[in-house]
């Protein structure tokens, strides 16, 4: 079952086309990965998704649901749950608080059983800290638990970001070039984070400039270049598409040569 | 850095020693002052009045991390709702304090839904300009207001023919007042409605995309911010007897940014200790009219270049981190 | 409904009132292109201009042009003032916008207070630079006042563009306001630009204050309203030229001038402030969006 259904996207900034015509399909479970070189419209393509950006043309439809241009909230709502390039931990919180956000959606409660307490705002407060205790166990955080959140390193934010965005239960998890800024060793163990992730059923759509780190765990790849998608298919398949060498491994060896 | 497994254990032994000493040093003052009597317990009722309004601005700026210069406007309306309905309507001082406080949330609602879309120093100047509104109001619609004159004889706080006479009794009650607004703070900030606010103040795109409705809670935020400054302004009318548009002036927003500011943003006993701690000091130097609200500027001023957090590290210590202690589920 | 000559005569005192708003809207813009600080302590600057040529004038009896200008000078400094004791100061620790602009506030309620103890609280005025007047043209009454209102407005926006297009000092001030880093590479002293634009934006208050006192009043409490008002023209004209910032000066104090004669003079500030909610909520990005792009 197709999960994720984007027709025709399509988005302009002033006459300069960002995305055109994108049609993309990310069926349910699957590790799905968008990659391109610099500047090829990933972020935009992955902004109007997650609502961030609104769409000039086209449609996308999550699990039914027409999505095109609904508030950030409301396609969080529906399952759909980013993360950032530019990581958005909430200052001022522990690392514990920042997964206990997560659990907005999955909660339910206001000012009113805030302030009267009946039983059950115990009970689900309990079960907030013990989701959020066991995903920071997941991503292997649980020893920074109480920390200020903007105190941890840059690899282990990546993983308090995705451990808050799994605390919202997520059908579809977007992840916005998790790998960016990582050294070996973390993005090893971010690879490893989400290929687990997946495992436990997780749809995961990932946007990523690094061609190793998804290559290693995607099932299918798309390819964007200059707004447009030039090929998908498996990472076998990509990797000897005539035309993302040319347009993204040529430049990618080229460069490192 | 420290090991992860001493700071996560830290914190909890520290909060638990100094708060009892802070809050033992707050009722020896809190003694010391009942028993000395005077011009001190007047000082302390101001304290608790602006107290009581610091806590609500704290729901807006300190948890949610927005910026309101004006939440004056709100304890205006306080003030003058319960000035008008006790000494012209005769009605019972808390159905009085009530209904003002009902206007003002009311008020908050339909002016904070288009305002608190606006961002930066057109947010700022948007909500500075509903004080000034406010303001020359109270000034000029002398027929609701009586102008500068303002109104006097405001009854005392109480219920039915029982009135608050006492001036220690007058304090004994607003302390419990401002007490119960700290317990509320405390409650709503340890809940999912609290985290989503704190959420918002520390990413909103992050909050957003975790399906938080920013917008609605800014309101609710704005509006629990509104209801605080609107009881105090009741409060300070009951407790002096005396209102006029000076007092809910610039005077007020500066003074109460002094003291939310001396005890720390965002921290959930902050407001209060700051209110006591900054009208103190004024007191200790003698200071008196308008050398008071030069010190106040004057603090304000040194605390923004020099301390920007605030007193924090003593408001730190107030911070509760989790909900339900096991002391208090039993 | 009110006369036509009411009418026209609302219209003429309105387009000097909006004169003076537009100087303050001036400094408004100086002070934001230069550092990207609202400050909103400007209206305190209008105050001071006033009370200074006041008292200047009436106490030690010097005459209008010298206290005018020794006033304007002398708030000029007190802008200086503000700018070294606490404005580089909290810009140098990056200190939030809020922060910059409760600090704003904080000087108004400060320099409003020393006032109140050293001069007193009570309004005050001084007579038109000119004696005589009004010129009447059939029913309509021109003070002379008016006259030089337009006449230093004028002055003042003409000295201000030469000034930012022809000196040195002034360009290197709109490099500034362009981009503060790069111009600081180029060899420009930025902190120095920075008291530049409090002392420039301090005597445009100061002048607007001169200017208006004889036809209202002065007292310590005007500044609160001058600002808003100067804000306001601001945000009409964009925060952008001089030229643009009198023009949205002039817009209001024309429907401000209306409202007097529709509801009466104690609601002048409720009219403009009302306006200015409803430019800020209908144009969330100001009305050319200058502002916003910074904030």
């Not at chain 1, 909430?90 to 409660?109: Q, Y």
């Not at chain 2, 003698?286 to 957090?309: C, N």
Request: glycine share 10%.
């Amino acid at each position: 079952m197709t999960l994720l259904k984007v027709r025709n996207l399509t988005k302009r900034f002033d006459g300069l086309i960002a995305n055109k015509d994108i049609n993309l399909d990310v069926p349910e479970g699957s590790l799905f990965a968008v990659i391109g070189p610099n500047g090829a419209g990933k972020t935009t393509f992955f902004s109007m998704i997650s609502g961030f950006l609104p769409s000039t043309a086209g449609t996308i439809e999550f699990d039914g649901h027409d999505i095109t241009r609904k508030p950030q909230d409301q396609i969080a709502a529906l399952g759909l749950i980013r993360t950032f390039q530019l990581v958005q931990l909430f200052k001022g919180m522990s690392v514990a608080e920042n997964v206990e956000v997560g659990c907005h959606l999955r909660t339910k409660g206001g000012v009113a059983s805030a302030l009267f307490r009946p039983s059950w705002f115990y009970q689900q407060e309990t079960e907030v800290r013990d989701r959020a205790r066991e995903l920071l166990d997941f991503v292997g955080l649980s020893a920074q638990s109480e920390q200020d959140a903007d105190l941890l390193p840059y690899g282990q934010r990546r993983l308090l970001e995705m451990a808050r965005a799994l605390a919202a239960k997520p059908r579809l998890l977007l992840l916005d070039e998790p790998a960016a800024g990582l050294n070996t060793q973390e993005t090893d163990a971010l690879a490893l984070v989400i290929q687990k992730i997946n495992a436990q059923g997780t749809t995961v759509l990932l946007i990523e400039h690094d061609m190793a780190l998804v290559t290693r765990i995607a099932q299918r790849i798309a390819v964007l270049d200059f707004g447009r998608k030039i090929a998908e298919g498996t990472p076998d398949e990509i990797k000897q598409h005539p035309d993302v060498i040319a347009a993204y491994l040529g430049v990618e060896e080229a460069e490192h040569a | 850095m420290t090991s992860p497994a001493i700071t996560s254990t830290r914190p909890t032994i520290k909060f638990d020693r100094i708060s009892v000493i802070l809050w033992i040093g707050a009722a020896v003052l809190f003694a010391g002052v009942f028993a000395y009597g005077g011009y001190l317990i007047t000082v302390m009722q101001l304290a608790m009045i602006y107290g009581v309004f610091c806590i609500g601005l704290n729901f807006f700026m300190g948890y949610t991390g927005q910026a309101s210069f004006g939440q004056n406007a709100f304890a205006a309306i306080g003030g003058y709702g319960t000035a008008i309905l006790c000494v012209q309507y005769n009605m019972e001082p808390v159905l009085a304090l009530v209904t003002s406080m009902v206007v003002a949330g009311v008020a908050a609602l339909v002016v904070g839904y288009p305002t608190l879309r606006l961002r930066g120093h057109y947010l700022a100047m948007a909500t500075f300009a509903l004080g000034l509104i406010t303001y020359d109001i109270s000034v000029q619609w002398t027929s609701l207001t009586q102008g500068y004159m303002g109104y006097a004889g405001i009854p005392p706080l109480g219920i039915g023919s029982y009135t608050i006479e006492d001036e220690r009794m007058k304090l004994v009650c607003l302390t419990v007042l401002a007490l119960i607004g700290l317990w509320i703070s405390q409650r709503l900030r340890n809940s999912r409605f609290g985290r989503a606010l704190r959420a918002i103040s520390g990413s909103e795109p992050g909050a957003a995309a975790l399906g938080i409705k920013i917008s609605r809670y800014k309101l609710i935020a704005f509006v629990i911010a509104a209801l605080y400054a609107s009881a105090s302004g009741s409060l300070f009318a009951h407790t002096v007897g005396f209102i006029s548009p000076e007092v809910f002036g610039l005077h007020m927003v500066v003074v109460t940014f002094t003291m939310l500011y001396v005890g720390g943003v965002g921290t959930i006993a902050g407001p209060l200790v700051g209110a006591i701690v900054a009208s103190l000091l004024p007191e200790i130097v003698r200071s008196t009219g308008r050398f008071q609200d030069v010190a106040y500027a004057a603090i304000l001023l040194l605390m923004l270049i020099f301390a920007p957090k605030g007193l924090y590290a003593v408001g730190d210590l107030f911070r509760s981190r989790k909900v339900d202690k096991p002391e208090t589920r039993a | 409904m009110p006369s036509s000559v009411e009418l026209i005569q609302s219209l003429i005192n309105g387009v000097g009132i909006g004169l003076v708003y537009g100087l303050v809207a001036i400094g408004f813009s100086v002070i934001y292109n230069a550092s990207g600080i609202v400050n909103f302590a400007q209206g305190v600057f209008v105050m001071l201009g006033g009370m200074f040529a006041h008292t200047l004038l009436t106490t030690l009896g010097i005459p209008i042009w010298l206290s005018a200008i020794v006033s304007t000078i002398a708030v000029a400094g007190v802008g200086i003032l503000v700018q070294i004791l606490i404005i580089t100061p909290m810009w140098v620790r990056k200190a939030p916008l809020f922060a910059i602009i409760l600090a704003t506030l904080a000087i108004q309620l400060l320099i409003e207070q020393i006032i109140i103890i050293t001069l007193g609280d009570q309004p005050r005025t001084f007579p038109s630079f000119t004696p005589g007047g009004p010129l009447k043209i059939g029913e309509i009454a021109l003070g002379y006042q008016l006259f030089w209102i337009l006449g230093c407005g004028a002055l003042m926006v003409y000295a201000l563009t030469q000034f930012f297009n022809r000196t040195r000092m002034g360009r290197a001030l709109r490099a500034c306001s362009q981009n503060a880093e790069a111009a600081a590479l180029l060899g420009i002293p930025v902190n120095r630009m920075l008291m530049l634009s409090f002392a420039l934006s301090a005597a445009l208050g100061a002048v607007a204050g001169i200017l208006i006192t004889p036809t209202q009043y002065t007292a310590y409490s005007v500044g609160g309203p001058f600002g808003i008002n100067g804000f306001i023209a601001a945000i009409i004209g964009g925060f952008g030229s001089a030229p643009a910032a009198l023009i949205g000066g002039i817009v209001l104090g024309v429907v401000q001038s209306g409202a007097i004669v529709f509801f009466g003079a104690g609601f002048k500030n409720v009219v403009a402030l009302t306006v200015l909610l409803i430019v800020l909520l209908f144009f969330p990005n100001g009305l050319f969006g200058g502002l916003a792009k910074k904030a």
